[in-house]
């Protein structure tokens, strides 16, 4: 199966600006097209919450929280996805993981996603 790997998590400060990927590994190239995206994320005693998806056939959907600050797309031939994430708040902070699923539905909840990858950690500083 499928592992995903992702990178990118830093610490920066309110206002500032991330870029998160997440590549797949042990994969080939015709399965990977139908996967669809997901990016997650999580704080200590809390659940993980859905942050953005992207399906098999590029239609985003993101959480309102983040509706106008993130951007979720996918790098097809480098079977990657990304989360572009701007004017980051304290809210945003957590562990962010990357999670897939076979097919075009959009959702945003954890159950529904097969794969997942260890996360990158997100700080966001005054």
């Known amino acids: 199966g499928a592992r995903l790997v992702e990178s990118g998590g830093d610490s920066v400060q309110t206002g500032g600006s991330l870029r998160l990927s997440c590549v797949v590994q042990?994969?080939?190239?015709?399965?990977?097209?139908?996967?669809?995206w997901a990016w997650f994320r999580q704080v200590p005693g809390k659940g993980r919450e859905g942050v953005a998806v992207?399906?098999?056939?590029?239609?985003?959907s993101y959480a309102e929280s983040v509706k106008g600050r993130f951007t979720i797309s996918q790098e097809k031939r480098k079977m990657t996805a990304f989360l572009e994430m701007n004017k980051l708040t304290s809210e945003d902070a957590g562990m962010y993981y990357c999670a897939a699923r076979w097919g075009v539905k959009l959702t945003l909840e954890t159950t529904d996603y097969k794969y997942w990858g260890q996360g990158t950690q997100v700080t966001v500083s005054s």
């Open positions: 042990g994969e080939n190239w015709n399965r990977y097209l139908r996967y669809s």
């Open positions: 992207i399906t098999a056939d590029d239609t985003a």
